[in-house]
């Protein structure tokens, strides 16, 4: 069980007061990788027209994270922390659906001339 008592209380962070805690935290999370790719071709239709296609892929092996970067929460649709950090809550700690943004595949054309 969780002791909230143990932790300052919200209200004593003002301005510049950054606690009385120590400076080393002992929570740890994986680190947020993700992989993108893009792929164009130009192609000359004449001398004066070009045509580019262009494909863009976003986090390409649809890797999740559920950590606070890159989280995206379903419920608000806002970014933010997949956690509940408010130790105030009956939910503190528990995981509110925010995920990482899933897989996003892209197609454009451009007309030069």
């Known amino acids: 069980m969780l002791n909230k008592d143990a ?3 919200a209200s004593s962070f003002t301005n510049f007061y950054t606690g009385m805690g120590p ?3 002992n929570f740890r999370q994986p680190g ?3 992989f993108d790719i893009g792929l164009q071709k130009v192609i000359h239709l004449t ?3 070009t045509f580019q296609l262009r494909g863009d892929a976003f986090n390409v092996f649809n890797a999740h994270h559920f950590n606070s970067v890159g989280a995206f929460i379903q419920s608000s649709g806002n970014g933010g922390s997949a956690f509940d950090t408010d130790i105030a809550s009956q939910e503190f700690g528990k995981w509110n659906g925010g995920v990482s943004s899933p897989r996003n595949i892209q197609v454009s054309g451009r007309v030069s001339f």
């Open 7 to 9: 932790f300052e209380p």
């Open 23 to 25: 400076r080393v935290q």
């Open 32 to 34: 947020y990788s993700d």
């Open 47 to 49: 001398e004066r027209f």
